[in-house]
């Protein structure tokens, strides 16, 4: 029916492994990003609040570049891989990140009012 390889077993064994690896990582930098920053305080200034959702939104775009970056390194320091696996991986990086920080998501709410 097709003559062209569709699905690319040993790719998609690839995207596994990246994607637990970027959950494992992921779950601890998130972790430790909802430790070190300040809760979510209804009675600091919404100015206050907005910085520290920048810090937080610019330490977790590092974080996750530096982890992708130190994964592709490794895992090609030791195994021939083709292609890039976790740009597809890398999907499960920002819900992991992310449920592992409601005071993040406190602190949106609490300035863009979704809540």
């Not at 083709?82 to 990086?93: D, S, T």
Request: hydrophobic share 55%.
């Amino acid at each position: 029916m097709f003559k062209q390889k569709i699905i690319y077993w040993d790719y998609a064994f690839w995207i596994f492994v990246y994607a637990v690896i970027f959950l494992s990582i992921g779950v601890t930098i998130g972790k430790t990003l909802e430790r070190v920053m300040p809760n979510h305080d209804g009675k600091k200034h919404r100015f206050i609040v907005l910085l520290e959702i920048y810090l937080q939104i610019g330490l977790i775009a590092i974080l996750t570049y530096i982890m992708r970056e130190y994964v592709e390194a490794v895992l090609n320091k030791f195994f021939i891989i083709e292609k890039k696996p976790g740009k597809f991986a890398a999907l499960v990086i920002a819900p992991t990140l992310f449920s592992q920080m409601p005071d993040l998501v406190k602190k949106i709410n609490h300035i863009w009012g979704l809540v």
